[in-house]
């Protein structure tokens, strides 16, 4: 008999395609109008989807603007004709169960070293219960499952992007029909239809991969965690070595359970999150360094530390290129994209100016355009001019092989006969080999901090304790920063203190998790279409909610940085909605958007498109 949730073949034009039953209406006996054509075949015995999970999906579609074949794709094998015709679907425990609230407190879990986030895994894993396990970043899955116990290796499946088609026909059946009860994945892993769930686990909580940002639907791990909680009964737990502040949050308002290595249950006063003691961080001020004539970007504390290292090294600086500014000395002209009104970087190999948001690339001029001086300079540093300075720089570094890693570099970390500098941004990261690694340096914080985002300064914070967690005891880190004062360098040894004056701060400009954010934006390829199209759907919204007295807040018309990408100008309008009410107020905020914009609830950037 068919049923809603049944997946069946169609006849589409002179195709035959697939489709999913959303509902079933009528009575076999009524006769199928004319213009209605006949259901060709159902494919399997028992329905893909069950009714809660049916609603899962509709509810992503709703909260996201993406359309809602388009969220069931994604919750779908490939489909593959040949290999369909032998499909069984298990049948589904408790179809007809009706959603209900989920009363049991999401629980917290700190560790400060890696057998202690093994201890806690093995006390949560059972092997009576189906387990999903969601991580940032896919190299981290073979982590997790080295930290499993062994005995329950045979029960685990991965699931991510990179799979291949094949691979994703296979292991969606092995979930679906409960051949593999321990998940680890992706955030990807949130639209597979499980039969049963009973523990959701979100490993490095605090990981701005758990949120996907650059394509529809842009749906945070964390908000999808909530439905399937209430969805299947499920207990949910977060686990981090660095607490995000809405888990700071939550876990000091008693919201959370609590679960450190040194504590079960919540104290009266305030649970303990962080370690007794840290490893110790060498901050280096930079003005000073100027002062004494130092005008490098090695400050002497960090070149008298790599001259006598015996052991791999990691520079870490987030800036591409040769000079981040091109200067004219006489009359102050900076080069400058046209298109996303930000400063052109200078490579030096090349002799070429380059914007690494629109791709922009010309030639260095010989002079300046605006005054014709030929006293151009070419200020600060990237990538490019830390690898080429450095040979200069250190007396020791034949001793090493010099590596760069960004995104202009196709650089693979083989075997190696000498100990390595990398230098690099973000994407070196996974390739530190933190156990060699024997110093460990930040050449320029401060760009990093400079960021005009409200979680700015919580990103550098989890960066931070992401290398203190990993470095070696032996290892040395060193910060370099004209600001050694910043709120986060004077909060290292007493964490507390940076989240309770982080919070304070959120909560006096009314941001998460005071709030809960949606950022609407629009792009085109003519600036000033786009920006009429921002203003004219802004004071649209803004009648609507006064019309309706909605407790929502709309932001005037932003615009985003960098303000062209992907060959359009973009424009952007922030809505804070309350914390009580954010999941009805998004659905009605999103039915006033117009189709061609992009919906992006609890975003990880405000101004960037």
């Known amino acids: 008999m068919l049923r809603a949730g049944h997946l069946v073949s169609i006849p589409f034009r002179s195709q035959t395609v697939f489709g999913v039953v959303c509902r079933v209406s009528g009575s076999p006996s009524e006769e199928t109008p004319k213009h209605i054509k006949n259901i060709l075949g159902i494919i399997g015995k028992e329905p893909v989807f069950s009714p809660p999970q049916w609603n899962r999906y509709a509810t992503i579609h709703a909260w996201y603007g993406t359309p809602l074949s388009t969220v069931i794709k994604m919750a779908l094998l490939p489909l593959q004709k040949r290999k369909l015709r032998a499909v069984a679907f298990s049948a589904l425990e408790n179809t007809k169960k009706i959603l209900t609230q989920n009363t049991t407190p999401t629980t917290y879990a700190t560790y400060h070293t890696a057998e202690e986030e093994r201890i806690f895994l093995s006390s949560i894993i059972s092997s009576q219960k189906t387990t999903l396990i969601l991580v940032p970043e896919v190299r981290l899955i073979d982590t997790i499952l080295s930290l499993l116990p062994q005995k329950e290796h045979g029960r685990v499946v991965s699931w991510h992007g990179a799979l291949s088609a094949k691979e994703q026909f296979e292991r969606w059946l092995e979930i679906r029909n409960s051949k593999k009860t321990i998940i680890i994945g992706t955030r990807s892993a949130v639209f597979l239809p499980f039969p049963k769930l009973d523990t959701i686990i979100i490993a490095r909580e605090e990981h701005p991969n758990h949120k996907q940002w650059d394509q529809s639907p842009r749906f945070h791990v964390k908000d999808i965690v909530a439905l399937l909680k209430g969805e299947y009964n499920a207990t949910a737990v977060l686990m981090s070595f660095s607490p995000s502040c809405e888990a700071y949050y939550a876990v000091h308002k008693h919201q959370w359970n609590i679960h450190t290595p040194s504590q ?65 000395q006489d009359c102050g002209h900076k080069e400058i994209c046209e298109r996303c009104s930000l400063p052109l970087v200078a490579h030096e190999k090349t002799h070429t100016l380059h914007c690494h948001y629109c791709r922009t690339e010309k030639p260095q001029p010989p002079a300046c355009k605006q005054c014709g001086s030929s006293r151009i300079l070419s200020k600060g540093y990237g990538t490019e001019q830390v690898e080429t300075a450095l040979p200069r720089l250190l007396a020791n570094a034949s001793d090493f092989d010099i590596v760069r890693i960004d995104s202009e570099t196709d650089a693979v970390i083989g075997p190696a006969k000498k100990p390595r500098i990398i230098i690099g ?21 401060d760009t990093e901090l400079g960021i005009p985002e409200y979680l700015t300064h919580e990103h550098v914070w989890h960066k931070i304790q992401h290398i203190q967690f990993y470095q070696s005891p032996e290892s040395a880190f060193f910060i370099q920063t004209h600001n050694p004062s910043h709120l986060i360098f004077r909060s290292l040894n007493e964490p507390d203190r940076f989240y309770r004056t982080e919070l304070n701060q959120r909560r006096a400009l009314r941001y998460p998790p005071y709030c809960f954010l949606v950022k609407y934006f629009f792009g085109h390829a003519d600036m000033r279409i786009a920006k009429e199209e921002t203003e004219r759907v802004y004071r649209f919204m803004r009648h609507a909610l006064t019309k309706e007295k909605k407790q929502i807040t709309l932001s005037p018309p932003i615009e985003m940085h960098p303000r062209y990408r992907r060959k359009k100008f973009w424009y952007t309008l922030i809505v804070k909605l309350e914390t009580t009410t954010w999941k009805k107020d998004l659905i009605w905020c999103n039915h006033l958007i117009p189709e061609q914009w992009k919906i992006d609830p609890n975003p990880i950037s405000l101004l960037s498109p």
């Open 264 to 328: 079960q249950t919540p104290p009266s006063s305030s649970p303990v999150l962080f370690p007794q003691t840290k490893k110790h961080i060498h901050i280096v001020n930079m003005a000073d360094e100027k002062r004494g004539k130092n005008f490098s970007f090695l400050s002497e504390p960090v070149k008298e530390t790599l001259e006598q290292t015996r052991g791999d090294v990691f520079l870490f600086l987030n800036r591409l290129g040769y000079a981040s500014l091109f200067l004219c």
């Open 425 to 445: 941004t973000d994407m070196a990261f996974p390739s530190v080999d933190w156990k060699k690694t024997k110093t460990i340096v930040f050449l320029n914080i």
